[in-house]
């Protein structure tokens, strides 16, 4: 939710039976072609801000561009990731998405203020290497990784610092690049 924010303005006015109207192609910052090609997406959330991402483990493209896809989601509390695991488990089960996330999707939640198989905060998880460790992957890679972020401003700012001072680029909708942010939820 955006304070005064345009989408969320006439998103709290929506009332049962009202139209919407929703378009082919997706737009915003969260989508493939902002990016430039890789092998590897890592879809990195913190909180609500794994909403967006269901969506992009439904779509068949997303496992046409990618050998691997990394969905993290990090909470405080165990009891916050519910979402995202039945969401995982879900697929799973579904006829068409079950094979390819099998071979394709890794789910790995975290949380930082309760003891869970995996702690910690997805910065450090990502600089220590024990996010790659864990899931039996390579560590990050400039040439192969390609990253989509969405949660807290603070989580959003860490990562952006980190991913720059390793030379990935920033995407947009003008310029593909290693990384696009999901801006919705950052503070002004």
Same mark, same amino acid.
């Given at each position: 939710?955006?304070?005064? @924010? #345009? =989408?969320? +303005?006439?998103?709290?006015?929506?009332?049962?039976?009202? *139209?919407?109207?929703?378009? &082919?192609?997706?737009?915003?910052?969260?989508?493939?072609?902002?990016?430039?090609?890789?092998?590897?997406?890592?879809?990195?959330?913190?909180?609500?801000?794994?909403?967006?991402?269901?969506?992009?483990?439904?779509?068949?493209?997303?496992?046409?561009?990618?050998?691997?896809?990394?969905?993290?989601?990090?909470?405080?509390?165990?009891?916050?990731?519910?979402?995202?695991?039945?969401?995982?488990?879900?697929?799973?089960?579904?006829?068409?998405? @079950? #094979? =390819?996330? +099998?071979?394709?999707?890794?789910?790995?939640?975290?949380? *930082?203020?309760?003891?869970? &198989?995996?702690?910690?905060?997805?910065?450090?998880?990502?600089?220590?290497?024990?996010?790659?460790?864990?899931?039996?992957?390579?560590?990050?890679?400039?040439?192969?990784?390609?990253?989509?972020?969405?949660?807290?401003?603070?989580?959003?700012?860490?990562?952006?610092?980190?991913?720059?001072?390793?030379?990935?680029?920033?995407?947009?909708?003008?310029?593909?690049?290693?990384?696009?942010?999901?801006?919705?939820?950052?503070?002004?």
């Amino acid at each position: 939710k955006v304070q005064d @924010g #345009p =989408l969320t +303005s006439k998103l709290q006015k929506i009332r049962e039976g009202d *139209t919407i109207l929703v378009g &082919r192609k997706a737009t915003g910052t969260l989508i493939t072609d902002n990016l430039i090609p890789g092998k590897r997406l890592m879809l990195l959330s913190t909180g609500t801000g794994l909403a967006p991402f269901a969506s992009l483990i439904k779509d068949p493209e997303v496992y046409d561009r990618y050998d691997q896809i990394l969905l993290v989601h990090g909470c405080r509390q165990v009891s916050e990731l519910g979402y995202g695991e039945e969401l995982v488990a879900k697929l799973r089960d579904d006829e068409l998405f @079950g #094979p =390819l996330l +099998s071979e394709k999707l890794s789910y790995y939640p975290t949380v *930082t203020r309760e003891p869970f &198989r995996n702690r910690g905060r997805i910065t450090d998880l990502i600089t220590s290497n024990q996010l790659f460790t864990d899931l039996h992957q390579g560590p990050l890679d400039i040439e192969t990784d390609r990253i989509m972020m969405c949660g807290s401003p603070a989580m959003l700012e860490e990562l952006k610092q980190l991913f720059e001072t390793r030379g990935f680029k920033e995407g947009s909708g003008n310029t593909p690049g290693h990384f696009v942010i999901e801006k919705a939820f950052v503070e002004r």
